[in-house]
């Protein structure tokens, strides 16, 4: 499988604190990828390295071989990436609808994959539910044209029947040949078979392999 974005050598530090230790994470395209650990473990860190949200005290990104540790965030966007944080993750102070129109692709597939979002197309999306956030921000990605997905907990705050949607959209993303990186604090339920997962602690790696090895080991 060709990598589509990797992290190499990667150290993150805020201030004093040393978040990332050398982390070496390559994503590969049409691939599921979950990065799991405990609160402070690092996965959200490595997020905003491969977004450029975060920048890296020494190492590099590369995309597709080229080196895009300097690119901006917005520029790594341009070229194709999406990023979906836990928070912050939509206009609070703007409708459902607006949020939705400042996507490119057409707003339809959102209410289609997400049809509970139908009814509050004229709420600002600041009084919205955090499951219904959570929603509204993957639509989002959705209907972004993106050969790179990253996604903090996508999961967060949702009922088991939406959780169960939400991944199996992710998957298909990958299905299409998308490279897909979740964060999560455990492995979700229902990961298609080759998904790859890597375990942090304490910004290293603590397992790296098949989703399916990981939680036979547990």
């Known amino acids: 499988m060709s990598v589509e974005i990797s992290l190499c050598s990667a150290h993150v530090r805020y201030g004093p604190l040393e978040a990332l230790h050398g982390l070496d994470l390559p994503v590969p395209s049409a691939t599921v990828t979950?990065?799991?650990?405990?609160?402070?473990?690092?996965?959200?860190?490595?997020?905003?390295?491969?977004?450029?949200?975060?920048?890296l005290a020494s190492g590099t990104v590369l995309?597709?071989?080229?080196?895009?540790?300097?690119?901006?965030?917005?520029?790594r966007a341009r070229r194709g990436l999406c990023f979906v944080p836990d928070l912050r993750a939509v206009y609070a102070t703007l409708t459902v609808a607006e949020n939705l129109e400042l996507a490119p692709g057409d707003p339809d597939r959102a209410m289609e994959a997400y049809p509970e979002l139908a009814p509050l197309l004229a709420r600002p999306a600041g009084t919205l539910s955090g499951g219904e956030r959570r929603m509204l921000a993957l639509s989002?990605?959705?209907?972004?044209?993106?050969?790179v997905v990253l996604v903090d907990e996508p999961a967060l705050g949702m009922s088991p029947a939406v959780s169960s949607r939400t991944y199996a959209?992710?998957?298909s993303l990958a299905g299409a040949g998308g490279a897909v990186v979740l964060a999560e604090?455990?492995?979700?339920?229902?990961?298609?078979?080759?998904?790859?997962?890597?375990?942090?602690?304490?910004?290293?790696?603590?397992?790296?392999?098949?989703?399916?090895e990981f939680t036979a080991g547990r």
Do not use: I, M
């Not at 979950?34 to 920048?55: E, F, I, K, Q």
């Not at 995309?63 to 917005?74: C, K, P, S």
């Not at 998904?195 to 098949?210: Q, V």
């Open 34 to 55: 979950v990065l799991v650990g405990r609160n402070g473990s690092g996965r959200t860190t490595a997020l905003r390295a491969l977004a450029g949200t975060v920048p």
């Open 63 to 75: 995309w597709r071989g080229t080196d895009v540790t300097r690119l901006h965030a917005h520029d």
């Open 140 to 147: 989002r990605a959705l209907l972004t044209p993106a050969r």
């Open 169 to 171: 959209l992710l998957t």
């Open 185 to 212: 604090q455990r492995p979700p339920p229902g990961l298609p078979p080759g998904t790859l997962l890597h375990e942090l602690r304490r910004g290293s790696l603590a397992f790296s392999g098949e989703a399916a």
